[in-house]
């Protein structure tokens, strides 16, 4: 039958829902995860609404991700600080070995195995599903490089090396996308923070037998920035040709060739070269 998904906001105890299995909402949604990471520019002005609705532009940035399937039986080492483990292992464990006071003694933990933990439950029970719809799109330049940070890891990913075509973007958005015939900044996310112990993830992909589903992004914190953030690059790692090469591995098994990098443009494919 395979796993059902869910991408998760450790920090903030939110979820997007269940979005089902991988393989059926991986290449359609590219800018969901931009619109929750890319911190707006200063400049950018938030229009008037007569009823306020936040903007989830950005509110993401800076936290904790991870895409976890309702299969597995682990999470990565060392995501969660000592009081989380504790407490996502009671959440996990709860129905079977009864209720704990949380701010009872330490021993009262030692009922609970706290290498135990099931996300994808204690994120469907316990967390809140943000389905905010307002986004601010205005005030990225066409003109700039963006880049995904991976914070934690101070690692980047240039928007610019999976571009295909010079109109494929505005700001770090990817337009133009039929079908989620090619990739943005989201799906560049989404191939390196998806985590289970099961292999099962509906796509056609597969990479020495574990497919994409041991990120090694996963629990990391990051944001969405122009290039121009980074003052120091020496701190800093470009690891854009190793990441987009796999991303596009995953697009060329899909599609079963590289069809998806033309899709009906070969006229603009050849003008570009």
């Known amino acids: 039958m395979g796993q059902y998904w869910t991408i998760i906001n450790i920090d903030k105890r939110q979820t997007l829902g269940h979005e ?7 290449f359609g949604s590219p800018n969901t995860l931009v619109d929750y990471l890319a911190v707006p520019p200063l400049t950018t002005v938030a229009p008037t609404h007569s009823v306020f609705v936040p903007s989830i532009t950005g509110s993401w940035a800076g936290d904790r991700l991870i895409c976890v399937g309702d299969s597995g039986d682990d999470v990565p080492k060392g995501i969660f600080n000592d009081d989380e483990t504790r407490e996502f292992a009671r959440m996990t ?51 700039k490089v963006y880049i995904l940070r991976n914070l934690t890891k101070r690692e980047y990913v240039r928007h610019d090396a999976i571009m295909i075509y010079r109109d494929e973007f505005e700001g770090p958005y990817l337009i133009n996308s039929v079908r989620g015939d090619r990739p943005g900044l989201g799906e560049v996310l989404l191939s390196r923070i998806c985590w289970s112990s099961s292999t099962s993830a509906s796509m056609m992909y597969d990479y020495e037998g574990i497919g994409i589903t041991r990120g090694a992004w996963s629990g990391d914190r990051f944001d969405i920035q122009m290039i121009d953030i980074i003052e120091d690059s020496a701190n800093w790692k470009d690891v854009s040709k190793e990441v987009v090469e796999k991303l596009f591995e995953i697009w060329t098994a899909q599609w079963e060739g590289e069809s998806w990098k033309t899709n ?4 603009d494919s050849e003008s570009e070269e």
């Not at 089902?20 to 991986?26: A, N, P, Q, T």
């Not at 195995?113 to 005030?139: H, P, Q, S, T």
């Not at 009906?264 to 006229?267: S, V």
């Open 20 to 26: 089902g299995k991988l393989g059926e909402w991986f």
């Open 93 to 143: 464990q709860r129905e079977t070995l009864g209720d704990i006071d949380p701010d009872g003694e330490d021993d009262e933990y030692e009922q609970y195995d706290l290498d135990y933990i099931d996300l994808y439950e204690v994120a469907g029970e316990y967390f809140e599903e943000n389905r905010m719809i307002r986004f601010e799109r205005d005030g990225f330049a066409n003109d």
């Open 264 to 267: 009906g443009r070969e006229e």
